[in-house]
């Protein structure tokens, strides 16, 4: 699967039948308000944020058997906790069971046939993420399954509203990594290996951009721990060849919303060493793993974009179609604006390009010499006699590399040249 869907997206219960004898009520949204003033919410527990919460069920002495949105009976006594968001946005949920079965359900009023905030149920054995909105009262039902025993069940509400992610701290970074929204997450999960995402990044003329971070927002329970980049260059607006291929651990985290009732994080990527990149469009495909294997989702938004739309291949690459979302994330380095000096006032090119063997360089000037650098900066040939303008690259690996031709008058010129 490429595109994630809600987990919980199972069941839909839109009107409830209540047996009797001889005869069945319909309960729908004409008599709902006759449900939302039974007993339980008499002994409701009023909860704040960061404190921990205890109750206790026992079995067959339940007031509410059914919950709207959940296909489950419940015969045990249940517990009402009453929490009001004091801010909008992400709020984590410390739930736990106990030594029985029991799970919870958030509604939107005290009443077992309120409105089913997530559509479904928590089973209380982890932390459950969502998005609450500020002055909104909820209520978190405990009850425990028909074929439980007796429990003590915990709850804490972690309150995170306002988590806004920073900018980061480069002078030169470009991506929609602060969206206005999270909507969507598409597959980053190496073991579908002929399926990839890449969004798109530019660099202006006269312009060398070092790239030193990668940060992107990921949706899933774990935290990512590592990042594989393909660096692909432009092929008429799509992704490309691979050009470059990073590797980096993660060095931070944080949560800062939820999808799909699972943590929105963003993750973040320092690399050990600067990638440079001159003049044109790149894009940026990631594969990224957890401690524990497990799939991973590039967040999105739809509201808004920043370059091109997000670009999906399923076929290794062959072919690319632009997805319905942008992807989140950042690039960000130093950028540098090529001087005068670095700017040739006379006229050159090279061929062929990209180039298998021999790269040619014509030039009206004379040609001193020729380096020849790494996207990481470093030099990998340097040519001090330049024989017919031609430069051996035989010796070197595929990728990209910047050529910098230095002429007799003194001045500079590079260029980037791609080996196959």
Excluded at 23 to 37: G, K, P, R
Excluded at 177 to 201: E, I, K, Q, W
Excluded at 274 to 293: D, R, S
Excluded at 378 to 403: A, E, P, R
Aim: aromatic share 10%; charged share 15%; with cysteine.
């Amino acid at each position: 699967m490429t595109q994630k869907l809600p987990n919980k997206k199972i069941l839909n219960l839109l009107i409830f039948t209540i047996l009797f004898t001889g005869f069945s009520l319909q309960v729908n949204a004409a008599n709902l308000e006759d449900t939302l003033a039974d007993p339980p919410c008499d002994e409701k527990i009023v909860i704040e944020c960061d404190t921990v919460y205890t109750a206790s069920l026992v079995p067959n002495a339940g007031y509410w058997t059914t919950y709207s949105g959940v296909p489950y009976n419940y015969t045990g006594s249940e517990q009402v906790f009453e929490f009001t968001a004091t801010a909008s946005g992400l709020h984590v949920m410390d739930l736990d069971q106990g030594d029985g079965d029991a799970d919870f359900m958030i509604m939107n009023a005290c009443g077992n046939f309120a409105g089913n905030v997530t559509g479904f149920y928590w089973t209380g054995e982890q932390s459950e993420y969502i998005e609450l909105e500020e002055g909104n009262t909820y209520y978190i039902i405990a009850d425990l399954y028909e074929t439980s025993g007796p429990s003590t069940v915990t709850i804490k509400v972690n309150c995170m509203g306002g988590v806004t992610i920073p900018d980061p701290d480069f002078d030169c970074f470009q991506g929609l990594g602060n969206p206005p929204s999270v909507d969507a997450a598409y597959n980053l999960d190496p073991l579908n290996p002929n399926t990839f995402v890449a969004n798109d990044f530019t660099v202006d003329g006269d312009t060398t951009f070092a790239l030193q971070q990668i940060s992107l927002s990921t949706n899933q329970m774990q935290v990512p721990d590592h990042g594989v980049f393909n660096i692909r260059e432009d092929n008429n607006g799509i992704p490309g060849d691979i050009l470059e291929v990073i590797d980096a651990d993660v060095t931070s985290s944080m949560a800062y919303a939820a999808l799909y009732d699972e943590p929105v994080y963003h993750v973040v990527f320092d690399l050990t060493e600067a990638v440079i990149f001159t003049e044109g469009t790149y894009w940026l495909e990631p594969k990224v793993t957890t401690p524990n294997p497990s799939t991973v989702w590039w967040a999105a938004t739809e509201n808004g974009t920043d370059g091109a739309i997000t670009m999906l291949s399923e076929d290794g690459g062959a072919t690319w179609e632009p997805l319905d979302a942008e992807s989140i994330f950042f690039v960000a380095g130093e950028c540098e604006t090529l001087g005068v000096h670095d700017i040739a006032p006379v006229v050159f090119n090279s061929f062929p390009n990209p180039v298998n063997d021999v790269l040619n360089i014509q030039s009206q000037e004379t040609i001193a010499s020729v380096t020849v650098y790494n996207l990481l900066g470093q030099i990998v040939l340097n040519v001090n006699t330049v024989s017919n303008g031609k430069i051996d690259f035989t010796t070197l690996n595929s990728g990209i590399y910047l050529v910098e031709a230095t002429f007799e008058n003194g001045y500079t010129g590079t260029i980037k040249v791609v080996k196959k």
